[in-house]
């Protein structure tokens, strides 16, 4: 796992890890607690960040936003040891970079989506995300070079699936080891979104 980056179709805030009451950050950053909804004023004020802050890639697999605001946020020391333990992964960034994506109609700046990138694999993986009650989940993920039928597989999964090569991930023409790195990888990322951006919530 590498390299995060927001940019989800979110209308309410992003996400906290393990469903601990104790890590519950939102998307735009405001004092103490780190955190505010996705769609309060203060993210949809932000200044959109540069063109060339934005990667391509990003833009490509958002092709409806007009602006976007980039968003850096740290784990913290305990939630990168909750999301190794879970995984056994490892965090490669400690700083997680996220793209937001904003529309503007009638006068009103909208969040539209959040986004981010992960690299595993040699490959730059887009992670699209979208939000279900309070939590981040994959509205869909692009990557060139690597077959529909294991990307699409993805789709509508967050926190609370297995995220595993084997169960709910299958190869799907996708070379193994490769398939195995991504799903590694992809899940790591939707466990820091939910512990930089996730409701607290109890199973």
Known sequence: MKLFIIASGISASLFSLSCSPSTTPNVTTTGAGNRAPVNSAAANNAAPAKADEIPAAVKAAMPNAQTFTTQHKDLTDAQIASIEKDTGGKVSEKDHHSYLAFSTANGARTQIGAATVVKAAGKEIIVIYDNKDGSPVIK????????????????GKGHDDDLLLGAD??????????????????????????ALYGKAHAH
């Open 169 to 194: 991930i299958k190869a799907n023409s996708a070379k193994e080891d490769q398939a195995k790195a991504i799903t590694d990888a992809v899940r790591i990322d939707v466990l820091a979104m939910q």
């Open 140 to 155: 869909e993920i692009t990557a060139e070079g690597l077959p529909a039928g294991f990307l699409n597989q993805f789709a």
